[in-house]
């Protein structure tokens, strides 16, 4: 069965600065979907960016970008400019095609301070 | 704005009760999940349907859960008989399936059990 591991409880980061969270997973999967979501006080799960582990290329969107190392394992979140709406919990998620079994993380709780 | 929809957003019933949550899958997606998030577990998948059709609900306890799609509109999880352990959040996700596997989730259902 595939893993997810966020090591970091709760975090935070000042306002525009840099922040990265991590995520490792345990597979022996080739082909897989690696996913951060955020959730905000209000619930919602949002989806903030998807890789493909056949892509080599890092994913990123606008302030958002992922560091994805498949032999390690490894798929971190970096968030540049960080601002107080990204306060939220941010949850890791494993997905093996084409099921869509998806398989999250304990999560990491941010605060962007002002 | 195509969106998940989850009906009752909150739910307080004492310990025994019946509990039906309902889910309307975004129009057109033809994977739909359940999970749910407590502080202890994280958030765990209970079932999941492709075509309406059960694909695996290993992750429900058999024995007071289930969970059906009367038709490709709606889904529904149903506790009977409740138990305190089951307060929680219930999340229903939909899927498209495709190269993309993203799943839309619902807003959630806050049941509380006393």
């Known amino acids: 069965a595939q893993t997810v591991t966020q090591s970091q409880p709760e975090m935070s980061v000042q306002e525009a600065e840099t922040v990265t969270l991590s995520c490792t997973y345990d597979?022996?999967?080739?082909?897989?979907?690696l996913f951060w979501y955020k959730q905000p006080p209000s619930r919602q799960m949002i989806l903030v960016i998807r890789?493909?582990?056949?892509?080599?290329q890092n994913a990123t969107e606008n302030r958002f970008s992922v560091n994805f190392q498949k032999a390690a394992k490894s798929f971190s979140l970096k968030i540049s400019d960080s601002q107080l709406g990204d306060t939220a919990m941010y949850f890791c998620a494993f997905m093996k095609p084409p099921s869509g079994d998806m398989r999250f993380g304990a999560g990491t709780r941010l605060t962007v301070k002002p | 704005d195509a969106r998940v929809t989850q009906t009752p957003r909150h739910k307080v019933t004492e310990m025994g009760q019946e509990v039906t949550m309902r889910c309307q899958p975004i129009l057109g997606h033809n994977t739909v999940f359940w999970y749910r998030q407590t502080m202890m577990q994280g958030l765990e998948l209970l079932a999941y349907?492709?075509?309406?059709?059960?694909?695996?609900d290993s992750g429900m306890p058999k024995d007071r859960f289930s969970a059906e799609m009367p038709d490709a509109t709606l889904a529904t999880l149903k506790i009977q008989p409740s138990e305190p352990r089951d307060s929680a959040v219930y999340f229903c996700?939909?899927?498209?399936?495709?190269?993309?596997?993203?799943?839309?989730f619902g807003p959630g259902t806050r049941l509380t059990v006393l």
């Open positions: 597979t022996s999967e080739n082909n897989y979907y």
């Open positions: 890789q493909e582990a056949y892509k080599q």
């Open positions: 349907f492709r075509n309406r059709a059960p694909l695996d």
């Open positions: 996700a939909s899927g498209g399936g495709g190269r993309n596997n993203e799943q839309f």
